[in-house]
């Protein structure tokens, strides 16, 4: 439901709240406050968006390229990424966003959502807004996501009040999934810690030796923080 009051014939003048509209799997429905955004992604939704502000990046070998997504609201540019079943927006805290409390912990970031349910990219996030959110969806400078199955992954680089860089490669993630979830995240890395500082066993079809010298140690979990958080590469053996 939404209470639209146009003052011109522009699409994001209404008014909106999240009683009215309270979707759980979208950032508006979360964000607690009297005037959230919509979302990108909602936005598409209801042919809001020209078509200049959507881009459809088919998923194939060898990708290695650079998108620029602008801040969600009254911008204009690339606002909605596609890729594949993977639909990215970029958020700011300005304008009806000030208050959405994902941005008021002080991180602008990219969401993902998978077709329409946004992803829980921090599924132990702990802190004041814990209790409040069930899912943390913001990539951060450096940090990437990627989805074994389909082969992809994403990496946010540097991020502005004007926009994002994304990067879309392609590429053989399997050596990294530890928990066989097919995507590559902070659960992948909390269990490769477990393996190497707390004497957790290893399942058979793990293999937890990123870098081939015998043993899992400190060394290997650096290769797990260095390709989720710092845009590294996949680790290779030698």
């Given at each position: 439901?939404?209470?639209?009051?146009?003052t011109?014939?522009?699409?994001?003048?209404?008014?909106?709240?999240?009683?009215?509209?309270?979707d759980?799997?979208?950032?508006?429905?979360?964000?607690?406050?009297?005037?959230?955004?919509?979302?990108?992604?909602?936005?598409?939704?209801?042919?809001?968006?020209?078509?200049?502000?959507?881009?459809?990046?088919?998923?194939?070998?060898?990708?290695?390229?650079?998108?620029?997504?602008?801040?969600?609201?009254?911008?204009?540019?690339?606002?909605?990424?596609?890729?594949?079943?993977?639909?990215?927006?970029?958020?700011?805290?300005?304008?009806?966003?000030?208050?959405?409390?994902?941005?008021?912990?002080?991180?602008?970031?990219?969401?993902?959502?998978?077709?329409?349910?946004?992803?829980?990219?921090?599924?132990?996030?702990?802190?004041?807004?814990?209790?409040?959110?069930k899912?943390?969806?913001?990539?951060?400078?450096?940090?990437?996501?990627?989805?074994?199955?389909?082969?992809?992954?994403?990496?946010?680089?540097?991020?502005?009040?004007?926009?994002?860089?994304?990067?879309?490669?392609?590429?053989?993630?399997?050596?990294?999934?530890?928990?066989?979830?097919?995507?590559?995240?902070?659960?992948?890395?909390?269990?490769?810690?477990?393996?190497?500082?707390?004497?957790?066993?290893?399942?058979?079809?793990?293999?937890a030796?990123?870098?081939?010298?015998?043993?899992?140690?400190?060394?290997?979990?650096?290769?797990m923080?260095?390709?989720?958080?710092?845009?590294g590469?996949?680790?290779?053996?030698?």
């Open positions: 439901y939404v209470s639209a009051n146009k011109s014939y522009n699409p994001y003048k209404l008014s909106c709240n999240s009683y009215q509209y309270w759980v799997s979208d950032p508006m429905g979360l964000a607690q406050t009297s005037s959230p955004e919509f979302s990108t992604y909602n936005k598409n939704l209801l042919h809001w968006l020209e078509p200049s502000n959507v881009v459809n990046q088919p998923i194939g070998p060898n990708l290695n390229l650079i998108h620029s997504l602008k801040p969600n609201g009254y911008g204009t540019g690339l606002l909605l990424l596609k890729v594949g079943q993977y639909n990215l927006e970029y958020r700011i805290p300005v304008d009806y966003d000030q208050n959405l409390q994902y941005l008021s912990l002080g991180n602008n970031g990219v969401f993902i959502r998978y077709n329409a349910e946004l992803l829980n990219l921090y599924p132990n996030v702990n802190g004041a807004y814990a209790s409040a959110f899912i943390f969806p913001l990539l951060r400078p450096g940090d990437s996501f990627a989805d074994v199955k389909f082969g992809l992954r994403i990496i946010v680089g540097p991020i502005s009040q004007e926009g994002a860089e994304v990067k879309i490669q392609t590429g053989n993630y399997a050596k990294l999934d530890m928990d066989k979830s097919e995507v590559i995240d902070v659960v992948d890395l909390d269990y490769i810690t477990k393996y190497a500082f707390q004497g957790a066993p290893i399942p058979t079809d793990v293999v030796d990123l870098n081939c010298d015998g043993v899992v140690d400190v060394i290997d979990v650096l290769l923080v260095n390709f989720i958080h710092r845009s590469p996949v680790p290779v053996c030698g």
